[in-house]
């Protein structure tokens, strides 16, 4: 996931001020993309399209309020101008009352009607596709404030940690600087968990407890560790005790949020009155258009996603022939092939880390992926930005395995860190699946996925994409897909020798993008049951029981993102077919992934038009 995706979704800093990853019809209007080094709204000097034949004083006019939007939106959204590394808002922290919420929607509203003044025939392509990402974040924003409304059901979207632990922990300025800033912002902290917990009504269960759990990790920010980074400080004494007096206010308003949520919970509970979490078909199909845009609706992904497994099974049951008798010598073969597919995989997951060493694991894996990938040249890598492998922060456990926090277009040399879910906290039985889960085959995968080429790799990019409207405002199903996509890909290079050990893990790690589209709509729109969810996870999916509960849990928790990873990985796979048939020989992979990357979070749809349109003014 790429923030936790993150969680991790817009909806979060847009309605509930969260800190935490287009309608179908807009997105087959969706064009090409831009250039120039700086972090501007809109530069477009490298463009596919140049500016030749278009009006330029339409051109500079969009350019104009573009950049004029993005300034207003970080005064608006501090929090996630600081996940960007804006921190010339820092010291704000927004307040999620309704007076708040009406200030957005006058913002998205006014911007909305200020864009549609303008020609787009008369913007050149990196504009044009500008100009569609923009209208779908702001039609999304009206949407989520008027309609979908999760500030008044998602208690989860309340938590001010994150915009805080970046400041703590990202060197942009001198330690006593940040401080000033920090303290600054927790003078905010008490009406802030006041306006939410105005603004909650009836929370569904799952995000319920995860608001609980996230918010208790909250304290983790304003523990002891910050005192004394406060006292050892250069801060004066006067600043120490106003630092103290807001510390501790700020740490009576997370626990009395958390005790209200406590509440709020076991009253709920005893009256059996928690609000439904699944949103049914309507705003289902009206979210995954905004969040997905691939141009089809989230029936017909689901559709495909049917299909796909049916295939992935019969590739896997090729693979388990092949394996079967060397792990079972001498034994017959089970006559059903899901039966079969397990054995073997049960087999191969005896191969795993240690409880103790599963973050170490994981960290020394990285060089071997780098190397790889310069070995084979699949793409340029930046040893220069940081990588740091870290235990998931207490406030972001709950929601994924493992995650990649990464810093904004504005801070691009600050860490990016790769969470990794610590394991002390779960039973020696939990302990074991889960290990077994992410075997010594599969870890190879995730890591792949999460860090080298995947959601490190292609952040790293985006970063130095010349738009910074496609970098911020990003498509989850372009950062997931690439992620997906890397794994297959590497493994296609060579990667593990061909083993087939590890292409029968990979095709159990590739059939769990499937299943969570499966999951993710069947739950949602079709009012999936736990049960079900656990044959679809473990029966069909493979995976192991800690696994399969955690992604039950998480689908409760989310909606749409879970399809992300399919809907990105099978557009790109379809675009690099396409366009390696338009090349042929001339088709070379390491351009066609440095120039997918250099789109920076831009839609697949977006990128295909960017690609193509080059390809035919260079055949010219």
Same mark, same amino acid.
Request: hydrophobic content about 40%; cysteine-free; overall charge negative.
């Given at each position: 996931m790429k923030y936790l995706i993150t969680a991790l979704a817009l909806i979060s800093t847009l309605c509930g001020c969260s800190e935490k990853d287009v309608r179908t019809e807009k997105s087959a209007a969706v064009e090409t993309s831009s250039a120039s080094d700086a972090p501007t709204a809109s530069a477009n000097t490298t463009d596919a399209s140049p500016h030749r034949g278009k009006d330029t004083k339409t051109q500079q006019t969009f350019e104009s309020l573009s950049n004029q939007m993005v300034e207003r939106m970080w005064h608006l959204f501090p929090s996630w101008a600081i996940e960007n590394g804006y921190y010339q808002v820092a010291e704000l922290l927004e307040i999620p009352d309704a007076h708040y919420r009406k200030k957005v929607l006058s913002f998205a509203r006014d911007y909305r009607n200020r864009f549609a003044r303008l020609h787009p025939q008369k913007m050149d392509s990196g504009a044009r596709s500008d100009l569609a990402l923009i209208n779908n974040f702001l039609d999304k924003t009206i949407w989520d404030l008027t309609e979908f409304k999760s500030y008044e059901w998602n208690p989860a979207n309340y938590n001010v940690s994150q915009g805080f632990a970046l400041i703590l922990n990202t060197d942009y300025a001198p330690l006593e600087e940040r401080l000033r800033t920090f303290n600054n912002r927790m003078q905010s902290i008490p009406a802030y968990y006041s306006a939410a917990e105005k603004s909650l009504q009836n929370p569904p269960a799952p995000q319920l407890m995860l608001a609980i759990q996230q918010n208790e990790g909250a304290l983790s920010v304003f523990g002891e560790e910050l005192e004394t980074k406060v006292q050892n400080s250069g801060l004066s004494d006067n600043e120490k005790q106003l630092f103290q007096d807001?510390?501790?206010? =700020?740490?009576?308003?997370?626990?009395?949020?958390? #005790?209200?949520?406590?509440?709020?919970?076991?009253? %709920?509970?005893? #009256?059996?009155?928690?609000?439904?979490? +699944?949103?049914?078909?309507?705003?289902?199909?009206?979210?995954?258009?905004? *969040? !997905?845009?691939?141009?089809?609706?989230?029936?017909?992904?689901? /559709?495909?996603?049917? +299909?796909?497994?049916?295939?992935?099974?019969?590739?896997?049951?090729?693979?388990? *022939?092949?394996?079967?008798?060397?792990?079972?010598?001498?034994?017959?073969?089970?006559?059903?092939?899901? /039966?079969?597919? $397990?054995?073997?995989?049960?087999?191969?997951?005896?191969?795993?880390?240690?409880?103790?060493?599963?973050? #170490? =694991?994981?960290?020394?894996?990285?060089?071997?992926?780098?190397?790889?990938?310069?070995?084979?040249?699949?793409?340029?890598?930046?040893? *220069?930005?940081?990588?740091?492998?870290?235990?998931?922060?207490?406030?972001?456990?709950?929601?994924?395995?493992?995650?990649?926090?990464?810093?904004?277009?504005? *801070?691009? =040399? $600050?860490?990016?860190?790769?969470?990794?879910?610590?394991?002390?906290?779960?039973?020696?039985? +939990? $302990?074991?699946?889960?290990?077994?889960?992410?075997?010594?085959?599969?870890?190879?995968?995730?890591?792949?996925?999460? #860090?080298?080429?995947?959601?490190?790799?292609?952040?790293?990019?985006?970063?130095?994409?010349?738009?910074?409207?496609?970098? !911020?405002?990003?498509?989850? $199903?372009?950062?997931?897909?690439?992620?997906?996509?890397? /794994? +297959?890909?590497?493994?296609?290079?060579?990667?593990?020798?061909? =083993?087939?050990?590890?292409? %029968?893990m990979y095709y159990k790690w590739n059939l769990r993008t499937v299943i969570n589209t499966l999951l993710d709509y069947s739950i949602q729109v079709k009012g999936m049951q736990e049960p079900a969810a656990m044959y679809l996870l473990m029966d069909q999916g493979f995976q192991q029981k800690t696994e399969a509960l955690g992604k039950w849990r998480r689908a409760t928790l989310s909606q749409v993102q879970l399809t992300s990873y399919f809907a990105g990985y099978m557009d790109i796979i379809e675009l690099r077919d396409e366009i390696k048939k338009k090349l042929g020989d001339q088709f070379d992979l390491k351009q066609f992934h440095e120039k997918f990357l250099s789109f920076g979070n831009a839609p697949v749809p977006v990128i295909r038009k960017l690609m193509l349109a080059e390809i035919e003014t260079k055949g010219r």
């Open positions: 807001r510390l501790e206010a =700020s740490r009576k308003a997370i626990q009395e949020y958390v #005790a209200y949520l406590q509440t709020l919970h076991a009253t %709920m509970e005893k #009256a059996d009155s928690f609000r439904n979490f +699944r949103i049914g078909e309507k705003q289902y199909e009206e979210k995954f258009a905004y *969040d !997905i845009q691939i141009g089809m609706s989230g029936r017909e992904l689901y /559709e495909r996603a049917l +299909r796909e497994k049916d295939r992935l099974h019969l590739k896997m049951d090729e693979l388990a *022939d092949q394996l079967w008798p060397k792990y079972f010598p001498g034994e017959s073969r089970p006559k059903d092939i899901l /039966e079969k597919i $397990a054995r073997v995989l049960d087999k191969l997951s005896e191969h795993h880390a240690s409880r103790e060493n599963f973050k #170490a =694991s994981v960290e020394a894996q990285i060089p071997e992926l780098v190397a790889f990938v310069n070995e084979k040249d699949l793409l340029t890598l930046d040893p *220069d930005k940081p990588l740091v492998v870290r235990t998931t922060p207490p406030y972001l456990r709950g929601f994924a395995v493992a995650s990649i926090n990464a810093p904004g277009p504005y *801070d691009k =040399s $600050a860490n990016t860190y790769y969470n990794v879910m610590p394991l002390d906290g779960l039973t020696d039985e +939990r $302990a074991e699946s889960f290990l077994r889960e992410y075997n010594t085959y599969l870890m190879q995968i995730l890591n792949i996925h999460e #860090a080298i080429p995947g959601h490190y790799t292609q952040l790293v990019y985006a970063n130095k994409s010349p738009s910074l409207i496609k970098t !911020i405002l990003g498509n989850g $199903a372009m950062i997931e897909g690439w992620a997906v996509y890397a /794994e +297959r890909m590497m493994l296609e290079a060579g990667y593990g020798n061909f =083993s087939p050990e590890l292409w %029968m």
